[in-house]
């Protein structure tokens, strides 16, 4: 059955989903990048990006892993671009150029109505604003039996989490301290919410936990 | 120089380092034992209990070294036993039998004086009441040339992390999600408080994080 799966997600030792004060600059706020700099080192990260090889070990496998099987995605608004309140015009197109890296039907949460915008390479983005459950089964629906990945940011993962909709959670624990910042999973019961740590998985830059909903 | 040093305290996924509701059934709060499976595994711990033998490996490892070159030990008030408030008499003499696993002079903040309590194998337990920096001076002196390792609990340590006293500090990253307890590290900016990590270490059944103080 099609699942709900939040993959590659890093957070700091200290907790913190993201960095302070995303801007335009800033895309995963400040410090953010230290989050990511295990997959940066990847060669699927380095493919992605034309930047020739990368490294093909563990944290490469786990980065393969969150691609695969993918029919559609679910962005918070924030992922998709610094931009808040009503949209100004149609120039905002996403952080990834004429071609984004997704090749599916992306589904962006937004108060603000957008008509659905095409991209290269078979990304489409279809902007929602009557609530993430209805993104999900929008998602679904598009993405048939593959599974819809759920992007991020920090607010959504919660917002998914709160309410069980998440199958699967694949964390990357990066060794950093980012002391600021949104913290993914504080003052949040997982364990209540009948999840529960099934693997850990120690890559070369970051642990990799996948938490699954179990009850 | 004599360091104060966080050594095996384990935290969960979900940043907590301990259950919730300790009292004498259960002296690591409900759930906390989860936290601390990666050291009941080790040999270290088989030994001092004459279980006899455990595991060698990384976290055994990881486990010893939390043990070399220490003095003198401090700990949190709930660390040395169940009871709140003032003293009802001197019957309570810690969790650990007559023998008790330090064998060096170990300080215990409380608001509640008392004489200091000598136990067999070397423990002397002192109680402090003049706060947290009068405690790591008496250590200190006790420990001479060699350092204090700084118990718990959680409270304690972040105490002593938000004054910049703690000069290392070993975390076991635990993949369970407790849901809900006390967190370490929520709230507490380490990184403007001159911390960093300086290693990860992948375990058996946890990952070991080095966090240092730098500036």
Redesign the interface.
């Known amino acids: 059955m099609s699942k709900l799966r939040v993959q590659c997600f890093a957070i700091s030792?200290?907790?913190y989903g993201a960095g302070t004060d995303q801007d335009l600059q800033n895309p995963l706020g400040v410090r953010g990048p230290e989050l990511m700099e295990w997959f940066f080192a990847t060669n699927l990260w380095k493919q992605m990006h034309k930047l020739g090889e990368g490294e093909r070990g563990i944290d490469n496998r786990m980065a393969e892993r969150g691609f695969e099987n993918l029919g559609a995605w679910i962005l918070g608004r924030n992922m998709f671009g610094p931009i808040r309140g009503d949209w100004p015009d149609d120039a905002w197109k996403g952080w990834w150029g004429d071609v984004p890296p997704y090749h599916v039907p992306v589904f962006v949460l937004t108060h603000h109505a957008r008509a659905p915008l095409e991209m290269k390479g078979g990304t489409t983005f279809h902007f929602v604003t009557d609530g993430i459950e209805s993104a999900l089964a929008q998602a679904k629906a598009a993405a048939g039996e593959r599974d819809v990945r759920l992007g991020g940011g920090v607010a959504t993962i919660r917002e998914y989490l709160k309410v069980r909709l998440v199958d699967e959670m694949h964390?990357a624990?990066r060794?950093?301290?980012?002391?600021?910042g949104e913290?993914l999973?504080?003052g949040?019961?997982?364990?209540?919410l009948g999840?529960?740590?099934d693997?850990?998985i120690?890559g070369e830059r970051a642990?990799h936990?996948i938490?699954r909903k179990h009850a």
């Open positions: 030792l200290d907790g964390l624990v060794p950093v301290l980012l002391g600021e913290s999973l504080g949040l019961d997982l364990r209540a999840y529960a740590v693997e850990s120690a642990t936990m938490i």
